[in-house]
C-alpha cells in the first residue's frame, strides 16, 4: 500500500495555489447528465471521488473525457437508470445521482450507500424531498428505487436539518421538473451556490442558492455548458492548519477567502496574523500557537465539520487546553487514537474532544481512518519532530489531490512511496 513520509519538524512557508473543490466538482458533475450536449467542467480536482463520479457517469451510458483538470461530459446517449452497488461502495456520496437519474430517465435504483467511517449518513431527506417531488420511492434489501413515470414537479420542500447533499439532490432534480419547487431550510454551504451556478449557465432558473430559501423554477431542457469548480476552501484551511501547526508563514493564493471566513476567527484565536486580499489569503503563526475555548461544528456559515480533524491536530501543540464539539457526524474523532501515537495528550468522549496541548510531538507510523482524518494526520507529522509514515493514504487521495506536491512547494518534507517501494513523480 502507498505511505506518506513525512519528516517533521520543518516550518511551512511559501506561496502555492490550492485544487478545486471536490464537494462541487461531484453533484456539478452528476448534473451534467441533465444536459444536452457537452458540458466541461474546469478546475477538477484529480483525485480517486472525481474518478468514482467519472465510472458511474460512463456506466450510465455518458462520454466523459478527462484532460489535466477538465472533465468534459456529454449524456446525450445515457439511458441508464441504475449505479451498481460496487460504484456506489467506491463513493458515499453517489447518491448524488439520484435527483439526476431520476430527473432524466423517470426511473433510479441505486443501492444504499450505508454507514460510513465518519458515521451512519441516513439518506431519508433525500427520499422524502423526491417523494415531495412526486415520486414513488421503495426501499428493499438494500435497494432503493424510485419513480416518476409522469416526470417530476415542482413543490415546497422543507428540511429538518439543512443537508447538503439533499438539497443539491433536490436543486438538481427540480431544475427540469414541471413548475416550482421551493426549499426551506436549505444548506449554504458555498459548493450549493457553485452547482446552480453551473445549472442556471446551462439555462436553469435557480434563485436564493447560498442563501436559507432556493426557488427553483423548472425548466424544459437544459444545455450543457462550461463551468470552473470554485477553490476548495477545506484544502485551503488544511494547508493553512499545517502551516499554523509548525509556526510557518504561507500564502495561499487563487483561493475564495470569503469561503474561509468561518475559519479565520479560529486561526486568529491561536495567534496566527492573517491577511487576506480579493483572491488570496496569508497565515502567519507564531512560534507558539494558543489553545482556543471551544469549536463547535456547524453548518454553513458555522466552523466546518470537514476541518475538524485538521484543526484538532493542529491544536495538539497549542499552549492550554481546547474543546472542540462535532454536532454534524457522530463518529469523526477516530484520528484522535493514531494523534495520540505522536505523543498528543487528547481524550474524546462521545461528541467532545478535549486537547490539551504539548510541547512536543514524535514523529510516529500511523494509519488513516478516514478522509480529513487522514489530513489531520499529515498535520501532526509535519509538526512533529523526526520521521513519520502514514499509511492507508487512499483515504487522504479521496479528497487532497498530490497533497506531497502542494506541501513541498511550502518547503513541507513529505513524499509519497508507492506499493513496490517507488516514489511518485509525474
Ligand atoms: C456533505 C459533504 C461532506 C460534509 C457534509 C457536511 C459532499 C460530497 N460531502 O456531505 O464533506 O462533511 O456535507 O458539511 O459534499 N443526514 C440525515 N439524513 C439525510 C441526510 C443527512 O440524517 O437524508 C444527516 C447526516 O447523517 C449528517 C448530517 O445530516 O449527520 C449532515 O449531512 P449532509 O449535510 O447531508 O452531508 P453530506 O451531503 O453527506
Do not use: W
Not at 473525457?65 to 461530459?73: E, I, K, P, Y
Not at 415546497?156 to 426549499?183: Q, R
Not at 475564495?256 to 479560529?266: F, Q, R, S, V
Not at 479528497?399 to 506536491?405: A, D, L, T, V
Request: charged letters at 20%.
Amino acid at each position: 500500500m502507498s505511505e506518506y513520509i513525512i519528516e517533521g519538524g520543518n516550518r511551512l512557508y511559501g506561496e502555492c495555489g490550492v485544487q478545486g473543490a471536490k464537494n462541487s466538482a461531484l453533484p456539478i458533475l452528476a448534473a451534467t447528465l441533465l444536459c444536452e450536449g457537452k458540458s466541461d467542467i474546469y478546475n477538477c480536482p484529480e483525485l480517486l471521488d472525481v474518478d468514482a463520479t467519472a465510472n458511474i457517469l460512463m456506466h450510465l451510458g455518458c462520454v466523459v473525457s478527462r484532460s489535466g483538470h477538465r472533465v468534459t461530459v456529454c449524456a446525450d446517449s445515457a439511458s441508464g437508470t441504475e449505479i451498481p452497488e460496487p460504484l456506489m461502495r467506491e463513493m458515499r456520496s453517489s447518491v448524488i445521482f439520484l435527483g439526476a437519474i431520476l430527473a432524466r430517465n423517470k426511473r433510479v435504483r441505486l443501492s444504499t450507500p450505508g454507514g460510513c467511517e465518519i458515521g451512519l449518513r441516513p439518506i431519508d431527506l433525500h427520499l422524502d424531498a423526491m417523494r415531495k417531488l412526486g415520486a414513488v420511492v421503495s426501499e428493499e434489501y438494500g435497494n432503493i428505487e424510485c419513480t416518476a413515470p409522469d416526470g417530476l414537479k415542482g413543490a415546497t420542500v422543507s428540511l429538518s436539518f439543512p443537508s447538503v447533499g439533499a438539497t443539491e439532490n433536490i436543486i438538481i432534480a427540480a431544475s427540469t421538473a414541471k413548475g416550482t419547487t421551493t426549499v426551506i431550510n436549505a444548506a449554504r454551504e458555498p459548493e450549493i451556490s457553485d452547482l446552480a451556478d453551473f445549472l442556471n449557465g446551462c439555462g436553469a432558473k435557480i434563485s436564493g442558492a447560498g442563501q436559507g430559501t432556493v426557488v427553483i423554477e423548472g425548466v424544459k431542457r437544459l444545455n450543457g455548458s462550461s463551468h470552473s469548480v470554485i477553490t476548495d476552501r477545506i484544502a485551503a484551511a488544511t494547508y493553512m492548519a499545517a502551516a499554523a501547526a509548525t509556526g510557518g508563514n504561507v500564502r495561499l493564493v487563487n483561493i475564495i477567502p470569503a469561503h474561509i471566513g468561518p475559519m479565520i476567527d479560529l486561526f486568529e484565536e491561536a495567534g496566527c496574523k492573517i491577511r487576506t486580499d480579493c483572491r488570496s489569503v496569508n497565515i502567519e503563526a507564531p512560534k507558539l500557537l494558543k489553545s482556543v475555548k471551544m469549536i463547535r461544528t456547524m453548518p454553513y456559515p458555522g466552523f466546518p465539520t470537514d476541518i475538524q480533524a485538521p484543526i484538532g491536530a493542529m491544536l495538539t501543540k497549542a499552549k492550554g487546553t481546547s474543546v472542540i464539539i462535532e454536532t454534524i457526524f457522530e463518529n469523526r474523532f477516530k484520528y484522535i487514537g493514531e494523534l495520540i501515537r505522536f505523543g498528543a495528550k487528547i481524550r474524546a468522549d462521545g461528541r467532545m474532544a478535549v486537547i490539551e496541548g504539548v510541547p512536543v510531538l514524535h514523529g510516529a507510523r500511523v494509519r488513516t481512518t478516514d478522509l480529513r482524518g487522514g489530513a489531520a494526520l499529515i498535520v501532526a507529522g509535519l509538526a512533529s519532530e523526526g520521521e513519520t509514515v502514514i499509511t492507508d493514504i487512499k483515504h487522504i487521495e479521496r479528497g487532497y489531490e498530490s497533497p506531497e506536491k502542494t506541501l513541498a512547494a511550502l518547503s513541507g518534507k513529505i513524499r509519497r512511496i508507492d506499493n513496490d517501494g517507488s516514489e511518485k513523480s509525474d
